[in-house]
Every structure is written in C-alpha cells, then in structure tokens.
C-alpha cells in the first residue's frame, strides 16, 4: 500500500472520530436540555388546558391533547437517545419486546402530537366559518370523540412497526431486517408526520385567515361585553394554532427532508465516512423535531394574552 493512501486512509478515519466524538457530546448535553424544557413546558401546557374555563373548549381539547402526546414522546424517547448515542447503553438491544415496544410507542406519539396541532387548526378553520353548518362541528361533543378516535386509529397505523423491529445480530441493534419494509416505513411515517400535517396546518391555517378576513360580527348593545370577550378569545386561540402550527411545521420540514433522502438512498452503498455523516445528520434534525414538540409552552405564552392570565391566575 502506498503512502498516500495510507495518509488519505488515516485522515477519512480521523474525520470519522471527530463527528462520533461531536454525536457523542451532542447527545450528552443537548437532548437532556431538550428533554428537560419539554418535560416542564408540556406540563404547563396541561396544567393550563385542564382549567375550568379551557378544557371544554374544543381547540383546547387539541392542545391538551398534543401537549399530553408530546409528553409521553419527550419521556419515553430523548432518555433511550442520551443513553444509546452518548454513553453507548442501549436497552433495547437486550430485550426485544423493549426494542419493539420503544419504536412503536416512539413512532405512534411523535405523529399524535402533530395530528392533534393539525384538529386545531382545523377546528379554528370550522369555528371562523360563516356556515353555521361549519361552525356546528367545533364543539366539545365533536372533539371529545375526534380525540380518541385519532388515537385509536395513530396505534393501528404504526402497528406494523412492532411486527418488524428486531434485534439483529451480530451487532445486537434494534433495527429493521426487512429492507423493502425500511423503504415502505420512510415513505408511511414521511406521509403521515413529516410533510402529511404540515401541509395540511398551512392549508387550514390560510383558510381560517381567510374567514376572519371576510367575517363581520356586530352584535347588539346587549350582547356586546360578551362578544368582545369572545371575540379576544377566539383570536387568541387562533394565534396559538397559527403560530404553533408554524413552528411545528418548520420542526418537521427539517425532518421530512432527511427522511426523503434517507428513503431515495436506502439501497446505495455508502461509505463509513458517508454513513457517520448520515448518522450526525440524523441526531441533528431528530433533535430539531424533538424541540418542536418541547417549546409549545412558550409560543403560547407568547402569542397570547388569555393563556398568560390563566396561567398567572390560577398560579396567584
């Protein structure tokens, strides 16, 4: 072997453990963050949601529901990422209904918090209609069946994923077998999280600014206090979703794009260099997508008045 390979050989593997010891630190300091700001801010969010004048609103039933999705997500996945990529403990490569069981609960809740973000969006989008047949569907009757319905039917379109994860040997990895399966999975979950509810958030979001641009209200001298309480509400509601659906879906894109092309090289033959390069990437918009879902708390308090007094009300 010449010296000039021996050199380019030695500087590729010298590449490659600098971005391994950058994953590691990353995981070791980022994801605690992350995992700590969702585990508070969700809290909050619930805490909040669950109040007497909130939770039987139907755009609130959403957020509480996302907010609890999200939880669960934050608590179940960011723990098993600090432990597999910064200090190389991995449980669910010891026992497989574990490594089952953490994908399919990982898969399942990431799109339920994203699915119940876009219900509100499109409640705020019935609820600013000026049909009255439109309006009918945003209440709390409809939203307490939309929501175990979307969880019924968010298990029983991941169910496929604790068929297929196994640990394979012999590099013990909680992983899929099946490449054909790996394709159909990054197409399904690219779909039904990554580019599915972003588009459909922006699609109602548009339309409800739409509503409240054309719809006037004028209530008689009667009914006016109560109107223009109703009227700060549901504008605070509908700046939530919005901004809320925004950040979401500027979380996801990140994600989506990755996805697409960790789905368009699935069968390529990658180098080591290639496949750490990949695998940094992966950590980076995994954790990105993670942060969406941890910062609900503060684009509320930000972008609404209504949810900081309740919050500083029922805090007093």
């Excluded at 209609?129 to 968010?154: E, M, Q």
């Amino acid at each position: 072997m010449s010296s000039s390979n021996v050199t380019t050989s030695s500087a590729i593997q010298n590449e490659i453990d600098t971005i391994n010891s950058f994953i590691i630190s990353y995981a070791r300091y980022v994801y605690p963050i992350i995992f700590l700001f969702g585990i508070i801010c969700n809290i909050l969010n619930i805490y909040v949601f669950t109040q007497s004048t909130l939770k039987r609103n139907p755009c609130c039933m959403y957020f509480l529901a996302s907010s609890f999705a999200a939880l669960i997500y934050t608590a179940v996945n960011l723990p098993l990422r600090t432990l597999q990529m910064g200090y190389n403990i991995d449980p669910t490569v010891t026992v497989l209904v574990v490594c089952k069981l953490k994908n399919f609960f990982v898969y399942t809740w990431r799109a339920l918090a994203v699915w119940f973000l876009t219900l509100a969006c499109i409640d705020r989008f019935l609820h600013s209609s000026s049909n009255v047949n439109f309006r009918g569907w945003s209440s709390y009757k409809v939203a307490s069946r939309v929501i175990p319905l979307t969880f019924l039917l968010a298990h029983l379109a991941y169910l496929h994923v604790a068929v297929f994860y196994e640990i394979l040997l012999p590099r013990r990895t909680c992983s899929i077998q099946n490449s054909s399966y790996t394709m159909f999975l990054g197409i399904w979950h690219l779909l039904t999280y990554g580019t599915g509810p972003p588009l459909l958030m922006l699609f109602f979001s548009l339309l409800t600014i739409q509503h409240i641009r054309h719809r006037q209200i004028v209530p008689v001298n009667s009914q006016l206090n109560e109107a223009i309480r109703n009227s700060n509400k549901d504008r605070s509601l509908v700046r939530m979703a919005l901004f809320q659906c925004l950040i979401v879906g500027l979380t996801t894109t990140a994600y989506a794009a990755f996805q697409w092309y960790s789905t368009l090289t699935a069968n390529q033959v990658k180098t080591n260099l290639q496949l750490t390069k990949d695998n940094l990437a992966a950590n980076i918009v995994g954790s990105i997508s993670a942060a969406g879902h941890s910062t609900t708390f503060f684009i509320f308090t930000l972008t609404s008045r209504m949810f900081r007094k309740q919050l500083l009300c029922h805090h007093r």
